[in-house]
């Protein structure tokens, strides 16, 4: 979100509405890779799993799609998945209507296959690639989106590479400083942003980092930022990811943001990550520089986090929390869902 967007966003949360919205756009994706959250069975809650769900398509899904913006006003929509690519023949149509809207959108992909040339340029649109870590396990971890289609399918774009790490990426010394170089010489990537896995609670698996993991790899990435300007990670992020809030009731993020999943009206709560996230050992970077600004003090008396949580009350008092698609409301028609 854009600086000259607090004050909206603040005056959204004053009225008890949510300034962020999250869509997964489809619950399709060719991909599996490895610590994926969006298709654990508790991912949206355990009564229903992603796949489970209604996906919408064609006219369906822009007309939902648009309805659901209109219903929540975000100033800033995130797409993600599933694979959003895999409908972008609706995003062709959708992604210009939000930009008249005035929404911010950013759209998270694999590329897996090619990111049509004229979402270039829709001013409003921030397109992010997902890299996890340098060729030789990208490409076994997230094939069929191997770096070297990436590169075709993203030739051309201005795009975000968004690194998430992992456990299996640590112990090679320089491997972040490879990766940063690697993308740094691309001319169509114009940052670089380092996200740490989010664990479920018990989850033992090959990614989750140890508590000194994070501490090693936050030094390693902190030391790049001299050498590659393209690497964004401000001290407020590091900050944020060295003292990740305690539960979703302490994250700005998850309190600003409506996450909805492919069927347009299963909430995924209470974060993006859905299930049971483990707030402490959070990586996401929007948690961790909202984390971090929360404990600024206003002329050095007032944490923002305060302010946000009266902020919030008296929201809630003007407008007490509502469901993410109201029941009864017109919905995408469910006869043109695939399957
Ligand atoms: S591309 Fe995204 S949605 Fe698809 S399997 Fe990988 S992490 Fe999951
Ligand atoms: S974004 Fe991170 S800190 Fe916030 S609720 Fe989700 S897991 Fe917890």
Partial sequence: MKPSAVIPAWGKILRGQRPLLSIEITRRCPLHCPGCYAYQPEHLGGAVTLNELVDFQGDALISGVLALVRRHRPLHVSIVGGEPLVRYRELDVLLPQLDRMGVEVQLVTSAVRPVPIAWRSIPNLHLVVSIDGLAAEHNVRRAPATYDRILKHIAGHNFVVHCTVTRPMIGRPGYFKEFAEFWSAREEIRKIWFSLYTPQEGEQSAERLRPEDRQAILKELAELRGAFPKVELPDRVLDGYHHAPAS????????????????????????????????????????????SVGRYKLGGMVKVSDLFAWSQKIGHRVRPPRPAMVPGEPQPAEGSASN
């Fill in 248 to 291: 979703p009731e302490e994250c700005i993020f998850a309190q600003t943001t409506t996450c909805v999943s492919a069927d347009l009206k299963t909430p995924i709560g209470p974060c993006q990550f859905g299930g049971k996230p483990v707030c402490s050992e959070c990586g996401c970077v929007a948690s961790a520089a909202l984390a």
